[in-house]
C-alpha cells in the first residue's frame, strides 16, 4: 500500500504560483511514478503531469507544458507540482496519485490517491 498527503492549494490571484506537495509513504515507488490529476466542478478529472520516480522522466498535459513543472525529491520521497501563472480555469480539486510500476497519463492505472486539495484562481 501507499499512502499519499497532499498540502500546498488555496486561493489565489490569476497569475500567481502555487506548488502542491505530495508525501508517500508505505511501499516504494523507485520502479513506478507519481501523477498529478485535477478535477474542475461539472468536468471529468484530467491528466496534468506525471514523474517517473526512478530517472525523473516527466510527461506533461500539452496545454500546460511551460506553466507547470512536476518534480520529486527521493530522499523525502515527496512529489511536488509548481504551477505559474495561474489562470481561472486552473481552478480544481487537485490529486496526486501513484502507481507502482511504469509511468501513465491514465487516471485509471493508479491505484492510489491522495485526499485532494483545491486550487482556486481568481480572476
Known amino acids: 500500500q501507499v499512502q499519499l498527503v497532499e498540502s500546498g492549494g488555496g486561493l489565489v490571484q490569476a497569475g500567481d504560483s502555487l506548488r502542491l506537495s505530495c508525501a508517500a509513504s508505505?511501499?516504494?515507488?523507485?520502479?513506478?511514478?507519481m501523477g498529478w490529476f485535477r478535477q474542475a466542478p461539472g468536468k471529468e478529472r484530467e491528466f496534468v503531469a506525471a514523474?517517473?520516480?526512478?530517472?525523473?522522466?516527466?510527461n506533461y498535459a500539452d496545454s500546460l507544458k511551460g506553466r507547470f513543472t512536476i518534480s520529486r525529491d527521493n530522499a523525502e520521497n515527496t512529489g511536488y507540482l509548481q504551477m505559474n501563472s495561474l489562470k481561472p480555469e486552473d481552478t480544481a480539486v487537485y490529486s496526486c496519485?501513484?502507481?507502482?510500476?511504469?509511468?501513465?497519463?491514465?487516471?485509471?492505472?493508479?491505484?492510489?490517491w491522495g485526499q485532494g486539495t483545491q486550487v482556486t484562481v481568481s480572476s
Open positions: 496519485a501513484a502507481k507502482l510500476f511504469g509511468s501513465s497519463s491514465r487516471s485509471d492505472e493508479y491505484p492510489y
Open positions: 508505505g511501499r516504494t515507488l523507485i520502479y513506478g511514478a
Open positions: 514523474i517517473s520516480w526512478s530517472d525523473g522522466a516527466t
